[in-house]
C-alpha cells in the first residue's frame, strides 16, 4: 500500500497484525471508526461485543487459555470508563491484554472544551486500572508507544496496556509501516546466593510446606519434585488451582480459606510461595495471611518481593527456572507428611466444614466436573458456587478453572468464556455464574449466538446474592437489598437466539452440559439450587 493512502488507524491495524494479534474486540463509534478501516485486510478478526466491558473481558479469556494478547478496542471517554473494570481484573489476575482507545482531537485535550466524550485526562484515568498507560500526539509516538505496549505485553508479569490515539490523529496519514517490534528480555536470572539461602532453610525444615499461586502455573513438574522430596505439603491459589494434579498426595488443592489448611500453614516452620502476591483475596478475608515460620519467596515481579518484609529469602526470577536451580539442591526425606497424614486426610476435615447449604453447590460442581472433558475449560464468576468451586472443582492440569479472583468482579464468566472459545475453538469451553452477577453481562449470550459457539451457560439461580445475604447474618444485620427478581433465563435465553433449559439434579446437569457442548450455538442452563 502506498504512504499517500496509509492512515495511522490502518498503520496501527497493520502493526498490531505484525506483532502477533490476530483478534479483537470491541464496538466501533464515532470517533475510532478510522481504526477499522484498517481491518478491511482481514488479517484481524473484529468481534462485536455488546458492551465495552465485555469486549475487555473477553480479551482477557481468549489470552488466558491462548497465553497471546488480544485487543480491545474501544471509544474516547465512555468507552474507556466502560472497560475500566475488566482491564482492572486484567492487571490484578497477570492478564495481557492491548487496549487500543481513541481520544478527542488533539487541540481541544486538556482545554475543557466540552467535546464529545470530553476527560479531564483519559491517559491518567487508564493508569489507574492498565499496567502501562500511554498516550499519543503525533504518528512517531503511536509507532513508540506500540513497540513499548508490546514488550511490556512480553516481559515480566503480564499486565494490559493501553494506548490512547486522538481522533483526528487516526485519520492522519503517515509514511511509516508494520514492523515487527523487539520483545523484552529473558526474565532476570535468580541469585545464585538467595538459591542458597531457600535451600539451607528448606534443608533445616521440620514442617516445610508451599504455597502456589498463578505465577508458578508453568513450574509443575519441578513444584511436584519438590514436595515429594521435602516431604511436606502444597496448597494453591485459585489462580494456581491444578499446576500440581489435585490428584496428588501432598497437594490440599485451592484450600486456603479453609481452617484445616489454615492450622497446616500456622504449624508451618518454612513456608516457600511461588508467583502469588498472598492476598487476600486467596483466602476470601480481610486479614492478609500470616506466616508464623520462615518464609521464601519466589516472584518474577520485584515489586512483590519489596513490597513484602517478613520474607527471609526472596528469589527475583522465573517461577519455573529458579525451582528447576532448587530443587535438585534438596534431599530426599521422610517428614512431615509420612508422620501426619497425606492430603487427602485434610481434604476430609475440609469437606467436613462445608455446612448444609454448601451441599448443594458441592453436587453441582462435581457434576459439573463428570460433565467437562479432560481438555475443557471453566469460566467462574463471582458467585458462592465458584467459590465452592475454586476448591472442590478437580483439576489435574492448570488452566482448566478459571476465576477473578483479585479484583472480584461480577459478570466475568460469560464475555471471558467467549474469549476463550475465539482463541481456541477446538476447547470445550463452560461458563458458570449466579443468577445475579449473569445478569451484568448476559448481553452477550447474543454474540454467542452470533458467533455460533456450543457454550453452555450454567447460571446458578438462588434467588438472592447469597453470599452477602449470609455475611450480613453473620454480622448481624438484617438482609436488605439482597433479593430481587429474577428474570425467566430460559425465556431470555429463547429470545437471543440461544437454547435454554432448566436442570433439575446432578444427572440433568451431566447431560445438560454434555449436549450443550455438542449443540451448534449456545445453551443456557438455569440450575436452581433447590434442585441439587
Known amino acids: 500500500m502506498s504512504a499517500a493512502s496509509r492512515t495511522v488507524?490502518?498503520?496501527?491495524?497493520?502493526?498490531?497484525?505484525?506483532?502477533?494479534?490476530?483478534?479483537?474486540?470491541?464496538?466501533?463509534?464515532?470517533?475510532?471508526?478510522?481504526?477499522?478501516?484498517?481491518?478491511?485486510?482481514?488479517?484481524?478478526?473484529?468481534?462485536l461485543a455488546r458492551h465495552e466491558q465485555n469486549a475487555a473481558f473477553a480479551a482477557d479469556g481468549f489470552a488466558r487459555v491462548s497465553g497471546r494478547a488480544a485487543a480491545a478496542f474501544v471509544i474516547s471517554g465512555p468507552g474507556l470508563t466502560?472497560?475500566?473494570?475488566?482491564?482492572?481484573?486484567?492487571?490484578?489476575?497477570?492478564?495481557?491484554?492491548?487496549?487500543?482507545?481513541?481520544?478527542?482531537v488533539r487541540p481541544s485535550l486538556g482545554r475543557h472544551w466540552g467535546v464529545l466524550h470530553e476527560l479531564a485526562d483519559q491517559r491518567a484515568v487508564a493508569a489507574g486500572a492498565a499496567g502501562l498507560a500511554l498516550h499519543a500526539s503525533s504518528a512517531q509516538e503511536v509507532r513508540s508507544h506500540l513497540a513499548a505496549a508490546f514488550a511490556y505485553l512480553g516481559g515480566g508479569?503480564?499486565?494490559?496496556?493501553?494506548?490512547?490515539?486522538?481522533?483526528?490523529?487516526?485519520?492522519?496519514?503517515?509514511?511509516?509501516?508494520?514492523?515487527?517490534?523487539?520483545?523484552?528480555?529473558?526474565?532476570?536470572?535468580?541469585?545464585?546466593?538467595?538459591?542458597?539461602?531457600?535451600?539451607?532453610?528448606?534443608?533445616?525444615?521440620?514442617?516445610?510446606?508451599?504455597?502456589?499461586?498463578?505465577?508458578?502455573?508453568?513450574?509443575?513438574?519441578?513444584l511436584a519434585r519438590l514436595a515429594e522430596a521435602l516431604d511436606g505439603y502444597l496448597v494453591t491459589t485459585a489462580a494456581g488451582k491444578g499446576v500440581v494434579p489435585e490428584s496428588h498426595s501432598a497437594n490440599l488443592g485451592a484450600s486456603l480459606p479453609y481452617r484445616a489448611t489454615q492450622e497446616l500453614?500456622?504449624?508451618?516452620?518454612?513456608?516457600?510461595?511461588?508467583?502469588?502476591?498472598?492476598?487476600?483475596?486467596?483466602?476470601?478475608?480481610?486479614?492478609?495471611?500470616?506466616?508464623?515460620?520462615?518464609?521464601?519467596?519466589?516472584?518474577?515481579?520485584?515489586?512483590?518481593?519489596?513490597?513484602?518484609?517478613?520474607?527471609?529469602?526472596a528469589i527475583h526470577a522465573d517461577?519455573?527456572?529458579?525451582?528447576?536451580?532448587?530443587?535438585?539442591?534438596?534431599?530426599?526425606?521422610?517428614?512431615?507428611?509420612?508422620?501426619?497424614?497425606?492430603?487427602?486426610?485434610?481434604?476430609?476435615?475440609?469437606?467436613?466444614?462445608?455446612?448444609?447449604?454448601?451441599?448443594?453447590?458441592?453436587?453441582?460442581?462435581?457434576?459439573?466436573?463428570?460433565?467437562?472433558?479432560?481438555?475443557?475449560?471453566?469460566?467462574?464468576?463471582?458467585?458462592?458456587?465458584?467459590?465452592?468451586g475454586n476448591y472442590a472443582y478437580a483439576a489435574d492440569r492448570p488452566g482448566s478453572w478459571f476465576h477473578p479472583?483479585?479484583?472480584?468482579?461480577?459478570?466475568?464468566?460469560?464475555?471471558?468464556?467467549?474469549?476463550?472459545?475465539?482463541?481456541?475453538?477446538?476447547?470445550?469451553?463452560?461458563?458458570?455464574?449466579?443468577?445475579?452477577?449473569?445478569?451484568?453481562?448476559?448481553?452477550?449470550?447474543?454474540?454467542?449466538?452470533?458467533?455460533?459457539?456450543p457454550l453452555p451457560v450454567v447460571v446458578w439461580n438462588n434467588s438472592a446474592l447469597a453470599q452477602i445475604r449470609d455475611d450480613m447474618v453473620a454480622a448481624g444485620i438484617e438482609p436488605i437489598g439482597v433479593s430481587g427478581r429474577n428474570p425467566d433465563f430460559v425465556g431470555v435465553a429463547a429470545s437471543c437466539g440461544?437454547?435454554?433449559?432448566?436442570?433439575?439434579?446432578?444427572?440433568e446437569l451431566v447431560r445438560g452440559v454434555r449436549a450443550a457442548l455438542a449443540a451448534r450455538g449456545p445453551t443456557l442452563l438455569e440450575a436452581r439450587d433447590t434442585d441439587f
Open 9 to 47: 488507524g490502518r498503520y496501527v491495524i497493520e502493526t498490531l497484525a505484525a506483532n502477533g494479534i490476530d483478534t479483537a474486540f470491541g464496538i466501533p463509534g464515532v470517533h475510532n471508526i478510522e481504526l477499522y478501516r484498517g481491518l478491511d485486510s482481514r488479517r484481524v478478526r473484529h468481534v
Open 82 to 104: 466502560n472497560a475500566l473494570t475488566a482491564i482492572a481484573q486484567a492487571a490484578s489476575d497477570s492478564v495481557p491484554m492491548l487496549v487500543i482507545a481513541s481520544t478527542p
Open 157 to 222: 508479569r503480564p499486565r494490559p496496556a493501553y494506548v490512547g490515539i486522538p481522533l483526528d490523529l487516526l485519520a492522519e496519514p503517515t509514511a511509516l509501516e508494520a514492523e515487527c517490534f523487539a520483545r523484552a528480555g529473558s526474565a532476570p536470572q535468580a541469585d545464585a546466593a538467595a538459591i542458597e539461602a531457600a535451600r539451607a532453610l528448606l534443608e533445616r525444615a521440620q514442617r516445610p510446606l508451599i504455597v502456589a499461586g498463578g505465577g508458578a502455573r508453568h513450574a509443575g513438574a519441578a
Open 265 to 313: 500453614l500456622a504449624a508451618a516452620d518454612v513456608v516457600l510461595a511461588v508467583g502469588t502476591e498472598l492476598a487476600e483475596a486467596d483466602v476470601y478475608t480481610t486479614i492478609r495471611l500470616t506466616f508464623p515460620g520462615r518464609l521464601i519467596r519466589i516472584d518474577i515481579d520485584a515489586a512483590q518481593l519489596a513490597e513484602r518484609s517478613a520474607q527471609e529469602v
Open 319 to 388: 517461577a519455573r527456572a529458579a525451582l528447576e536451580e532448587l530443587t535438585p539442591l534438596v534431599h530426599p526425606r521422610r517428614g512431615w507428611r509420612s508422620a501426619a497424614g497425606d492430603a487427602r486426610g485434610v481434604r476430609l476435615a475440609i469437606e467436613a466444614q462445608i455446612g448444609a447449604h454448601g451441599r448443594a453447590a458441592l453436587t453441582a460442581v462435581r457434576a459439573l466436573r463428570a460433565a467437562v472433558p479432560p481438555e475443557g475449560v471453566v469460566f467462574s464468576d463471582m458467585t458462592q458456587i465458584a467459590y465452592t
Open 405 to 453: 479472583a483479585g479484583y472480584g468482579t461480577l459478570g466475568f464468566a460469560l464475555p471471558a468464556a467467549i474469549g476463550a472459545r475465539v482463541a481456541r475453538p477446538e476447547t470445550p469451553v463452560v461458563a458458570l455464574a449466579g443468577d445475579f452477577g449473569v445478569q451484568f453481562t448476559l448481553q452477550e449470550l447474543t454474540t454467542a449466538v452470533e458467533l455460533q459457539l
Open 498 to 507: 440461544a437454547q435454554g433449559v432448566r436442570v433439575r439434579g446432578a444427572d
